[in-house]
């Protein structure tokens, strides 16, 4: 015979992350082994788009096709600058759950290592990721799952950020996306 579960256990949830690039996807791939969260399912699926309404179009279209028991529970959007006009951006950080870098992605990626204190095009990132990550390619699994292991390390870095505001680079909020995933 069956044991019977606890009321007092969480039901399980549903969170899934959309991103708009394939860096991004196989970062959040790395978390969700992590962290190993017995209650949540965390799905992780890449736009391919490069704006961030595109992003919010296709995570839109997607859970309305979903079955309400395939329904989630948390979306969340994660996304950087590109060529994205600044107003597209501050429409969908109104939304509550979404990840943004100001310049790129590469610059979470650069606070698994150290922090940031100066403004930091693209290929300034790029080239101070492969200073401390030589072997760093923007979709190397083996490579973003070695970054990913210095998780804390980010998340620390990133509060010390001095740029509050997204349209200063640098600009981060991931720890934001990672304390959620934490405490879900």
Not at 142 to 148: G, H, K, L, N, S
Request: charged share 40%; proline share 1%.
């Amino acid at each position: 015979m069956g044991r019977k579960q606890s009321k007092n256990l969480k039901e399980n949830k549903i969170l899934t992350i959309y991103t708009e690039g394939e860096t991004e996807r196989i970062y959040f791939s790395k978390i969700k082994s992590l962290l190993r969260k017995a209650n949540l399912k965390i799905n992780i699926t890449n736009s391919k788009g490069k704006s961030a309404q595109n992003l919010v179009d296709y995570a839109e279209k997607t859970e309305k096709k979903k079955s309400k028991k395939d329904k989630s529970d948390v979306v969340i959007l994660i996304f950087d600058k590109d060529e994205n006009d600044l107003n597209e951006i501050q429409s969908v950080l109104n939304r509550k759950r979404v990840g943004f870098c100001n310049e790129s992605f590469e610059l979470w990626l650069l606070l698994h290592y150290q922090e940031v204190k100066e403004e930091l095009s693209r290929e300034k990132l790029l080239k101070k990721l492969k200073e401390v990550n030589p072997n760093y390619e923007k979709t190397d699994e083996r490579t973003i799952e070695e970054i990913a292991q210095l998780l804390d390390t980010a998340v620390n870095n990133s509060k010390k950020l001095f740029n509050k505001e997204f349209r200063k680079n640098p600009y981060c909020n991931i720890e934001k996306v990672i304390e959620l995933l934490k405490e879900n």
